[in-house]
């Protein structure tokens, strides 16, 4: 008789899972620097500005340097990396992390379903930065949820090469607009912004703040 085998979860809970302690730790002051797949690294704290306390040491004659050496004992970023494995086992900095998630209480479902949304924000300025490299963006699979991908982009949408139907996860963008935006796309040229693509496309102008949200537009 063989022992207990444990099960493959299914996508959708991995990601509520490490989406749980990641909340955990944005309760504590932590933050997110980056996130792959079922993986992500938390900072917190901020680096040192050596060369700006060098030189405060030096025009006080030394008496700046206990000050110093505290900023360098308490003001380096810590960094943790936390994963979530194929069977819902949770490693915190490579060791299995103590106490599985819980659901929030009740009352706190708000506070949580703003940390999440924020959370999700953070995503996509750190998919947008990553962006600027558009070899890395391809890639990463950036604003391609057509696709599979593990990167996390906080659900960008890359106007100028998804298919129509993905458009439509743009609040406002209807099948029939998606259409006119890839008619254009692919007779005229591709976008730059969400400004220039609600000009060209003739979009209602309430479209223009969920597109600059939530649109990418890679070359």
Same mark, same amino acid.
């Given at each position: 008789?063989?022992? @207990?085998?444990?099960?493959?979860?299914?996508? $959708?809970?991995?990601?509520?899972? #490490? !989406?749980? &302690?990641?909340? +955990?730790? /944005?309760?504590?002051?932590?933050?997110?620097?980056?996130?792959?797949? !079922?993986? =992500?690294?938390?900072?917190?704290?901020?680096?040192?500005?050596?060369?700006?306390?060098?030189?405060?040491?030096?025009?006080?004659?030394?008496?700046? #340097?206990?000050?110093?050496?505290?900023?360098?004992?308490?003001?380096?970023? +810590?960094?943790?990396?936390?994963? &979530? $494995?194929?069977?819902?086992?949770?490693?915190?900095?490579?060791?299995?992390?103590?106490?599985?998630? &819980?659901?929030?209480?009740?009352?706190?479902?708000?506070?949580?379903?703003?940390?999440?949304? !924020?959370?999700?924000?953070? /995503?996509? *300025?750190?998919?947008?930065? %990553? =962006?600027? $490299?558009?070899?890395?963006?391809?890639? /990463?699979?950036?604003?391609?949820?057509?696709?599979?991908? +593990?990167?996390?982009?906080?659900?960008?949408?890359?106007?100028?090469?998804?298919? =129509?139907?993905?458009?439509?996860?743009?609040?406002?963008?209807?099948?029939?607009?998606?259409?006119?935006?890839?008619?254009?796309?692919?007779? &005229?040229?591709?976008?730059?912004?969400?400004?220039? #693509?609600?000009?060209?496309?003739? *979009?209602?102008? %309430?479209?223009?703040?969920?597109?600059?949200?939530?649109?990418? @537009?890679?070359?």
């Amino acid at each position: 008789m063989t022992g @207990f085998q444990p099960v493959p979860l299914p996508p $959708d809970r991995l990601e509520a899972i #490490l !989406n749980s &302690v990641i909340m +955990q730790h /944005l309760s504590l002051g932590w933050r997110i620097e980056s996130r792959i797949g !079922n993986q =992500a690294v938390l900072v917190r704290g901020t680096e040192v500005n050596h060369p700006l306390h060098a030189v405060i040491t030096v025009l006080v004659c030394g008496l700046w #340097l206990p000050v110093w050496l505290i900023a360098i004992a308490t003001g380096s970023p +810590q960094r943790s990396i936390v994963s &979530v $494995d194929p069977y819902g086992r949770v490693m915190h900095g490579g060791m299995p992390f103590v106490g599985m998630p &819980v659901q929030p209480p009740r009352f706190n479902q708000n506070a949580h379903a703003i940390q999440l949304a !924020n959370m999700r924000r953070d /995503l996509r *300025l750190q998919a947008r930065n %990553h =962006a600027r $490299d558009v070899v890395l963006a391809r890639d /990463l699979r950036i604003g391609r949820p057509d696709l599979p991908r +593990q990167y996390d982009d906080g659900g960008l949408v890359d106007i100028n090469h998804v298919p =129509a139907p993905v458009m439509t996860a743009i609040t406002g963008i209807t099948p029939e607009l998606a259409e006119r935006i890839v008619q254009i796309r692919n007779t &005229v040229y591709s976008f730059t912004s969400a400004e220039e #693509l609600a000009v060209v496309a003739d *979009l209602p102008p %309430h479209l223009t703040p969920e597109l600059v949200e939530y649109a990418i @537009f890679i070359p």
